[in-house]
């Protein structure tokens, strides 16, 4: 695999005598979208805020591209852009202003750009509005633009989605999605919601407490010879429910369908026996066992 | 350095592209138009033979310094007036008059008070709105160090101040031009030094004062600016460096009153430069070089201080 662009070792913040954030440790990849989920007040804020140069760190460190954002903060952030709790703009000024005002903070403004990122988030229509007449959603687009300026290698993303109707999520999510995709840039995006980040990304951290405790990948290829359940819909039900124990494969029936556990590989056959005997097949499903699930079962149904 | 550059360039805009300065601009022009109105209607029409005029102006004061009903304690004033107009007599130079361009550029010089007071206020809220904007995180999440972020506000504040100056100096010569002419121009200011009579022109006059004005908002505008930095308050920063600005010349002069020897140390006890072109030192032991140091000494203090916190600070909500 090739080398992370982040990496974040032993990352402690202490703020007086409480431990905010306790010794985190993760990797977060080119090309990924990485969650970060936790209830509020686990920490999230606080590590996105040390990754962004917002904040010291008490202990650890997080290497950007290879650069310590402890000692070389200006050279770790030359590739970062970020967003952290609310798209805070400068009223007053227009989206456009607002994206010349940060861009010239790290290089000559160049327009070329600014259409760009303008245009990839949405906002062509309204850039040359003043930001106090802009949605929420138009905002967080506009926040996103501005991270998105320099071309980072890293976006970090606090709490994108908070406040949007599900239209508004839905287009961010597939702006991100075509980021992390087309310009193969890392993307670290926090929430408290766990559909949300289910939908949106490929791996997700959780934390709790300010300690990381589970790290989840959420697209996951069934290997060959893993067990997984099936739900079936077939009809004679009893008539099925024999052939699978034929077969050797335990059936519960259960709200009208059939759950079955069954390896990955021995699905065609099971299909072909259904059909060989004639049973009218109206679906044969994986039952995808949500990440909410797993997490429940994981933390005892601690609330999220 | 082109960097820097686009940092001011940036809190520029930022301040333009509000209605506070535009504001201030209009109550400048204000004050400006109401000088003039006043000297229409208040000031006579100056005399054609100036020096036929202050001759029978000194007799007539000198009438009153016989005359037993005027009171002791007005003496010393009159008799300093008659000394003005005997010395620009003997060398040749009119009076200012307040109808004549240059006359009235010397009527508007106290508006650089007005100058000073609203740089204090855009001083004291440059660094604390980022902060109740919210847009403090965009900022200084950039890959780049924070105290050019600090040091190009303040840039830009002086620079703003400087343009007020000019602005001022320039609208209130320009209107004096058109409104009274060009005729008639006293070319010398004559002013008093320890008991003495000099005379500068009035350029080096103009050039003086407003140089020692801008020195004074230099230095009152780091103090602002420091403690905006250090309390993320422009309340507090306004009101403290007000009272320090306006009551500072008082407090030091009722200090010095007790002659104690750290009066000369204080930091607005030295602010006012012009004391040594006009009047004189506010404290004992006091010299323009003294005074130089102390404030170069207290503004290294001030932007230190407000550099070292920045730096140091975590941006937290
Ligand atoms: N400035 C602060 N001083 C002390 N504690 C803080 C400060 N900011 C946040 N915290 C605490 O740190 C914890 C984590 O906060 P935060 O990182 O904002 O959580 P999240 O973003 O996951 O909701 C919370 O318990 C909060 O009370
Ligand atoms: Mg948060």
Known sequence: MAEPVAKIRHLTKRMGNREIVKDLNFDIHKGEILGFLGPNGAGKTTTMRMMVGLMSISEGDIKINGKSVRRHKEAALKKVGGMIENPEMYQFLSGFDNLVHFQSMMGPVNKQRIKEVTKLVGLEGAIKNKVKTYSLGMRQRLGIAQALLHSPDLLILDEPTNGLDPSGIREIRDYLRRLAREEDIAVFVSSHLLSEVELLCDRIIIIQNGVITDVENVRQDNSEDETITMALRVVPQDKAIGILNDLNIAARAEDGRLFVNIAYKQIPKLNQKLVEHQLDIYAIEPLKQSLEERFLAKTGGGQL | MMQFLRLVKNENMKLYKRKLLWVMVLILAASITLSLVITLKTADKHPKDWKHHLKTEIASKEAELADKKTPEDFKPEIKKEIKFDQYRINHNIPPMYSDTAVGFVNETLGYSGLITLFIIIIASSIVSQEYSWGTIKLVLMRPLKRWKVLLAKYVSVIFNALILFLLLMI???????????????????????????????????????????????????????????????????????????????????????????????????????????EGSPPAKGMSLEFSIIVLIIYFVIFMGIAIVIFEKRDVTS
């Open chain 2, 171 to 277: 609208v209130s010569f320009t209107v004096g031009m058109i409104v009274f002419g060009i005729d008639d121009m006293s070319s010398r200011f004559v002013f008093e030094e320890q008991d003495k009579l000099k005379d500068v022109s009035v350029f080096t006059h103009f050039l003086q004062y407003f140089g020692s004005k801008f020195v004074g908002l230099i230095m009152i505008a780091a103090f602002a600016f420091m403690l905006s930095t250090i309390f993320k308050n422009n309340a507090l920063a306004i009101a403290l460096s007000i009272i320090i600005q306006f009551a500072g010349s008082i407090i030091s002069s009722l200090l010095s009153a007790f002659d104690k020897g750290f009066v000369k140390y204080i930091f607005f006890t030295n602010t006012d430069l012009y004391k040594y072109v």
